[in-house]
């Protein structure tokens, strides 16, 4: 794989090496049905949107259906920003009871698909039905407005339904990934101070049994906020139970009314919290609330997906990941589209499963990471070629910057040449997609994400927040706030405070380094904090080397990435051990474990390297860079026991401290 860009990433000093020349305009054919349907009328949206985006957005929430109008469409005191201010909705209402009029009312919701094979459609109707019983099961255990659900699911549409009957009552959601340890998911109940657990005993990711149940069990040790948790019977497993505060979901929801009347909640109404990897120490507890995030969900679904009544949407995110609130669940149902959510491995049984998905439910608008794109395109054409995917007709990806090769190998083998890709930039604080293509309109470069959506705000500048000439590397901003954004971190506003707006003073900081081109096109580069980006998803190191410092035979690690064909950027762990531990290969497997019980398996270290002391600066801080530019040289990869020297390097490198 070709590496187009490379980074430095101490300073913004960010080096670009190769720059994509390729223009890709849409069809004539897709832009004349598309929402948005050229470049100029899209530049000219732009244009009024970057005047006053009061303007645009106040325009854009007058699609959703609101309870009481809103007085005031912005009130920003920054860095805390209120949508929508005095008006009154509900946000199940408006992905379920507004469809239920008219046509829509049988028209599939979420079409389901098991791992082992299954396959489940709600249509609107039955997925209000189901979300009115668990509302009023939740209610019934006692769940009140403002109150804290912890949602640790499989991808079954019981994990939509939770959030929507969460929605629906006014109660706060917090979905942990299903792929997060005991230890994660405790730290984070803990947090937001959960009141209910909604789990599963398990869920089928390649063929076995991820053991939610059991993690649940574990974490609960700790939690003494906990009053109930609600079991969905999946994977039939036997699992421990404890009696009094653990329930079937079957049997909670059994006697219960359909009936749950949706509340008629603020526009700032908290919605949801998602926990995400910062640069520093614990994960921070992103909160986002209902009217403007709504707003954001549902236009941006709309018109980067380019959405139309007969699609069926996929989105392959888990919706334990911001990508899977959005543009799996309230995305999606907002416009009354249809959304396919599957339940497992992308390679199960076989590595077509997605290809063979595509042609059965003849999915037209697809959504995925590059980080799949990559693994695909190593199993080869195959796989895709077994499969009629003639029903595509849009395809995006989401998480990381795409290198341009699986970009045009997506575009070619996977969109047969027909469909427009959109390459969305986006983060879990700011809700749904920022910078992105629109499909009929704009004329996509591989490797870029093009340009900000109307009434985004967005730029590259330097650290004194002035805008770096065409070409340049810099950090990526938001000057403006946004609908979708986030309001603060759960219970910590000062570290919200210093996380986004202490960089550039009232401006969002993304953590993100970016370029503009001559045209105005923005390429991500990639994180420039202690953030590593792996497969997708956001890691910090900071994280990984608390857990492995936790482990006895440790006594200091640092943690760095390195660049990855396939995942993008893989985890390298720097370890110095306690003087009673002797380096071998076992304990670097029984240190790759350790990680994966405290964080969850994506958190493994791909490389464990031991060292005799870590490369530090006068003042103690470890010299990451260097690092990082060890971990991606060749160096003495291979021999597992070595300790590598770096005192001499330190020497050489005690400038950077001055
Ligand atoms: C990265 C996922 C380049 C970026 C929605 C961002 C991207 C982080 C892209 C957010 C893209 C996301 N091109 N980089 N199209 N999309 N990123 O919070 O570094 O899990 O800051 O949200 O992913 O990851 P998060």
């Not at 009328?41 to 959703?64: G, I, M, N, T, V």
């Not at 959005?326 to 009354?336: C, K």
């Not at 983060?427 to 985004?456: M, N, R, V």
């Amino acid at each position: 794989m070709a590496t187009t860009q490379s980074k430095s990433s101490e300073s913004a000093n960010i080096t670009v090496l190769l720059e994509e020349k390729q223009v890709y305009k849409p069809s004539p054919a897709f832009a004349k049905s598309a929402h948005v349907k050229s470049f100029s009328a899209l530049q000219s949206l732009r244009r009024q949107a970057l005047k006053s985006p009061e303007k645009f957005w106040d325009k854009a929430a007058r699609d959703l259906d609101w309870i009481k109008p809103w007085k005031k469409t912005l009130e920003w005191k920054p860095p805390f920003a209120k949508w929508f201010v005095g008006g009154k909705l509900n946000l199940s209402a408006n992905c379920l009871d507004r469809h239920l009029d008219g046509p829509r009312r049988n028209k599939a919701a979420l079409i389901w698909e098991g791992e082992p094979g299954e396959v489940r459609t709600l249509t609107y109707l039955q997925l209000h039905y189901e979300v009115c019983r668990f509302a009023n099961a939740l209610k019934h255990l006692g769940v009140r407005s403002g109150e804290r659900v912890c949602i640790y699911m499989p991808m079954v549409p019981e994990a939509a339904i939770a959030m929507l009957a969460c929605a629906r009552i006014g109660a706060v959601h917090s979905v942990v990934f299903g792929g997060f340890s005991a230890e994660s998911l405790r730290d984070r109940i803990h947090d937001a101070q959960a009141k209910i657990v909604v789990t599963a005993d398990g869920g089928w990711r390649r063929g076995a049994v991820v053991k939610l149940k059991d993690a649940v069990d574990e974490a609960l040790k700790d939690c003494k906020s906990v009053e109930h948790v609600v079991v969905l019977k999946r994977t039939g497993q036997e699992i421990g139970w404890t009696q009094g505060r653990d329930h079937w979901w079957n049997e909670a929801v059994a006697g219960q009314s359909a009936v749950c009347p949706p509340e008629p909640l603020d526009s700032e109404h908290p919605l949801f919290i998602l926990y995400t990897s910062g640069s520093t120490g614990k994960p921070k507890g992103v909160l986002h609330t209902t009217g403007g995030y709504l707003v954001q969900a549902a236009l941006t679904t709309k018109w980067v997906f380019d959405l139309r009544e007969d699609d069926t949407f996929w989105c392959t995110a888990d919706v334990g990941w911001v990508t899977g609130h959005t543009y799996v669940v309230y995305g999606p149902l907002a416009n009354g589209a249809t959304s396919l959510m599957y339940e497992g491995g992308p390679l199960h049984p076989t590595p077509d499963r997605f290809w063979s998905m595509i042609a059965r439910h003849r999915v037209s608008v697809f959504y995925t990471a590059p980080t799949a794109i990559r693994t695909f395109m190593r199993l080869g054409p195959e796989y895709p070629k077994r499969h009629d995917l003639t029903s595509l007709r849009l395809l995006g990806t989401v998480g990381e910057p795409i290198n341009p090769e699986a970009w045009r190998w997506y575009r070619t083998v996977i969109g047969g040449q027909r469909c427009p890709i959109v390459d969305t930039w986006w983060q879990t604080e700011t809700g749904g997609i920022l910078i992105t293509p629109l499909p009929g309109a704009t004329p996509t470069k591989p490797g870029s994400a093009t340009l900000p959506f109307p009434g985004i705000d967005a730029d590259v500048v330097d650290k004194q927040g002035k805008p770096v000439p065409p070409g340049s590397g810099g950090f990526l901003v938001i000057r403006k706030p946004w609908p979708g954004m986030l309001r603060t971190i759960h219970g910590d506003p000062e570290r919200y405070k210093s996380q986004y707006f202490s960089q550039i003073p009232g401006i969002y900081f993304t953590g993100d380094g970016a370029r503009k081109d001559k045209d105005g096109y923005f390429w991500v580069l990639g994180r420039i904090d202690d953030v590593l980006n792996v497969a997708g998803h956001r890691l910090s190191t900071m994280e990984i080397e608390s857990a492995l410092v936790s482990h006895p035979s440790v006594a200091e690690s640092a943690v760095v990435a390195r660049p990855d064909e396939m995942l993008g950027q893989a985890v390298v762990a720097f370890v110095t051990l306690q003087k009673s531990a002797s380096p071998s290969p076992e304990l670097k497997e029984e240190l790759r474990g350790h990680v994966a019980k405290m964080i969850g398996p994506i958190a493994k270290p791909a490389e464990i390297r031991f060292t005799d002391s870590l490369p530090k600066t006068r003042s103690g801080k470890i010299m990451r860079r260097l690092l990082r530019e060890v971990a991606a040289g060749q160096g003495v990869r291979g021999d597992v026991t070595t300790l590598e020297d770096f005192a001499v390097l330190a020497k050489l490198q005690q400038s950077e401290d001055e």
